[in-house]
């Protein structure tokens, strides 16, 4: 199982950017995926989940209408689309899965929101 995500970068605030999570070793649409957050000096935070089930989603409320998780079978990938970004967005994001009670996670992708 190998999470490995992209996407992250410098942005100013107002700006868009388009995180992914390519999954290997099983397949996406089978579990719940999510999105956490770590900030310097904080606790990793749950960001956003796609469940398996309808696809339905669900947020946190600090990026409600402002973040999209999405994900694309075919390519076995998570994405997680973020506009109107703010500097308190600055964080390293990590995708997430558990699979037989075991927690898997990604290496992180940096994003900072800063003019």
């Known amino acids: 199982v190998q999470l490995v995500e992209s996407g992250g970068g410098l942005v100013q605030p107002g700006g868009s950017l388009r995180l992914s999570c390519a999954a290997s070793g099983f397949t996406v649409s089978s579990y719940v995926m999510r999105w956490y957050r770590q900030a310097p000096g904080k606790e990793r935070e749950l960001v956003a989940a796609?469940?398996?089930?309808?696809?339905?989603?669900n947020y946190a409320d600090s990026v409600k209408g402002r973040f999209t998780i999405s994900r694309d079978n075919a390519k076995n990938t998570v994405y997680l689309q973020m506009n109107s970004l703010k500097p308190e967005d600055t964080a390293v994001y990590y995708c997430?899965?558990?699979?037989?009670?075991?927690?898997?996670w990604g290496q992180g992708t940096q994003v900072t929101v800063s003019s």
């Open positions: 796609i469940f398996s089930v309808g696809s339905s989603t």
């Open positions: 997430n899965t558990v699979l037989w009670g075991r927690d898997y």
